[in-house]
């Protein structure tokens, strides 16, 4: 079908398509279908946690650009679940029909050296950055920068995955020999109070909306607990609100952005990472506001007009690793039996170290008391549940060592 108009609405009934299918592509299928869309995925991977509830899988590789064409030319629209696509794919599907965001967007925000440039050029607050393609640039970097510092490869990561950081000069030749690609970027250490984000929906009409400031604490690289609304004071959360719409426009997105910043001890508000999708901390958006960032995510593919997103409660989220699968099966009802928490399960097929198995969310009046339900929660999670199971599935069983990430 050629591409839609950039005011025409895809009306509910209609196929949308999103490539990738793993969690965030499972949400969004499951929230195109409350709004009345059939969902097909696109990606590699067979009865993925997308696949499990969308209507049909395309399984073929992302440079397969005929599969690509032949998906494009069936879906009324598309959208995509995670950055490491090649771009020349989404082009491939935007000459068929409508792709939000845009392949352009993801050109940058898929490679954080583009990223960082798009940032600087745009006098957008942002650690001090070099490019670095040798260890003698490295070397001649850190003079320039500093230390500590963080080294980053340009493209392909995510959880902390390609991210090093240099104490001194005993890091770095272990640092730059770890990475297979010698294109990297070297980043200044920012002396942080808090890390934040802030939620992005803009529609083709230049409307911007955000669900406020969420805060967010990592572990070992991956996002562990996000709550809302963020512990830091209203001029700051409004500077972070403004600062995140203002990339919004000057990227010219048409959908959903992640703007991921620090917060300094002085208050400065830093752009660290962008995030042309739904992300990892907007997960609490499904009991916190009206508008989900998944259904948001739908308006903003076929045209309705952009839900609310007024806060309806302070709300936490913890998110649930393959780790907690290594005693045995969780404990599912001691979690769910706390009043106010909901559990979110993922239905991959093998609980592993470090891989994302699902999230708890947690809501409360108060910020602080959502944290205590939802920690409260995951920790029952590992209580013994009277009974043992040695099947591998991540829903009855223990965690294995082996397997895809």
């Not at 999103?18 to 969004?28: A, D, E, K, P, T």
Request: proline fraction near 6%; charged fraction near 15%.
């Amino acid at each position: 079908m050629p591409p839609l108009s950039d005011h025409h609405v895809i009306p509910p009934g209609e196929i949308l398509g999103v490539f990738g299918s793993g969690q965030l592509g499972r949400m969004f299928a499951l929230a195109a279908a409350q709004l009345g869309y059939r969902v097909w995925t696109f990606s590699p991977d067979s009865l993925s946690p997308a696949g499990q509830v969308c209507e049909r899988e395309f399984i073929a590789d992302y440079t397969d650009l005929a599969a690509v064409r032949e998906f494009a030319s069936q879906v009324a629209g598309i959208t995509f679940e995670f950055e490491n696509i090649p771009e020349t794919t989404i082009q491939a599907a935007e000459a068929l029909t409508r792709v939000r965001p845009a392949a352009r967007v993801l050109g940058i925000c898929q490679h954080r050296l583009r990223e960082k440039q798009f940032l600087a050029q745009r006098g957008i607050p942002h650690a001090p950055f070099l490019p670095v393609n040798s260890p003698a640039e490295l070397e001649a970097a850190i003079r320039v920068i500093g230390l500590p510092a963080i080294l980053k490869t340009a493209g392909f990561g995510y959880d902390g995955k390609g991210q090093y950081r240099l104490h001194d000069a005993a890091d770095l030749s272990a640092a730059w020999a770890s990475a297979a690609t010698p294109e990297r970027i070297l980043e200044g250490w920012v002396d942080f109070a808090c890390e934040v984000s802030v939620l992005v929906a803009r529609g083709v009409d230049g409307q911007c909306v955000t669900w406020g400031v969420f805060e967010n604490q990592h572990a070992r690289g991956i996002l562990d607990v996000t709550q809302t609304p963020a512990r830091i004071d209203p001029q700051t959360a409004q500077v972070a609100t403004e600062l995140a719409c203002h990339v919004a426009r000057q990227i010219e997105l048409c959908g959903l952005l992640c703007v991921e910043m620090f917060v300094t001890h002085a208050g400065e508000v830093l752009v660290n990472e962008l995030a042309p999708r739904p992300h990892n901390s907007g997960h609490l958006t499904i009991e916190a506001s009206v508008t989900s960032q998944f259904a948001q995510q739908v308006r903003l593919l076929t045209g309705l007009p952009l839900g609310e997103t007024t806060l309806r409660q302070p709300t936490a989220m913890a998110n649930l690793l393959g780790e907690l699968w290594q005693s045995g099966t969780p404990n599912w009802s001691a979690a769910c039996a706390i009043p106010g928490v909901q559990l979110h399960l993922y239905g991959k097929t093998e609980a592993l170290p470090g891989r994302k198995m699902g999230h708890l969310t947690a809501v409360a009046p108060t910020t602080s008391a959502a944290v205590d339900r939802v920690l409260l929660a995951r920790q029952a999670l590992i209580q013994s549940t009277g009974s043992a199971n040695s099947d591998n599935s991540p829903v009855s069983g223990t965690a294995t060592q082996s397997g895809r990430f």
